[in-house]
């Protein structure tokens, strides 16, 4: 299996300010995905992130708020931008394996006040 | 559009004891992915176990099993010898192989178990 880092694991953040997440795999992927878990709830794909291409968005989740950068195959980033309280999530990295098993990375818990 | 079904948002067992975890989820698809993730206090998603919908044959994975029934639409995961260490939440979760890897989860069941 895969090895996923996040960074940072846990922010605390200002509202009208931005955060990136960093997500580091240890071997070279074509697909990474960002995935919102809110408080109690399950989790929700924000994108598909593809090296050499622009992030494939899913419904109700927009570049502008969450510009993702790939720069290569063992890295991404995830960018919040103009936090708001509603905001506050852990936010996931993922991989997909081999036989479509995916791998999570730990989750970065943002809380914006 | 996929769903997944999880009617029980919480569960409890004895230490040692047998759980079952219900989950149904509803496609059109003939090929597809379920998956059981387990996600503890510390948040991290981990893989429990995987089934292939071509696949007859029900999944395990040490105490881990699955009961698939896919004219039911039905993917329940058995835990058996129940440990303290399988308190967490479990989400089921399926993936259409043509969506490029989108999992669609289930709203979760929160798994006790008690010493």
Known sequence: SAVISQKPSRDICQRGTSLTIQCQVDSQVTMMFWYRQQPGQSLTLIATANQGSEATYESGFVIDKFPISRPNLTFSTLTVSNMSPEDSSIYLCSVVWQSYEQYFGPGTRLTVT | ?115
């Open chain 2, 1 to 115: 559009a996929q769903t997944v079904t999880q009617s029980q948002p919480e569960m409890s067992v004895q230490e040692a004891e047998t759980v079952t975890l219900s989950c149904t989820y509803d496609t059109s698809e003939n090929n597809y992915y379920l998956f059981w993730y387990k996600q503890p206090p510390s948040r991290q998603m981990i893989l429990v176990i995987r089934q292939e919908a071509y696949k007859q044959q029900n999944a395990t994975e040490n105490r881990f099993s699955v009961n698939f029934q896919k004219a039911a639409k039905s993917f329940s995961l058995k835990i058996s010898d129940s440990q303290l260490g399988d308190t967490a939440m479990y989400f089921c979760a399926f993936m259409n192989p043509g969506s490029q890897g989108n999992l669609i989860f289930g709203k979760g069941t929160k798994l006790s178990v008690k010493p």
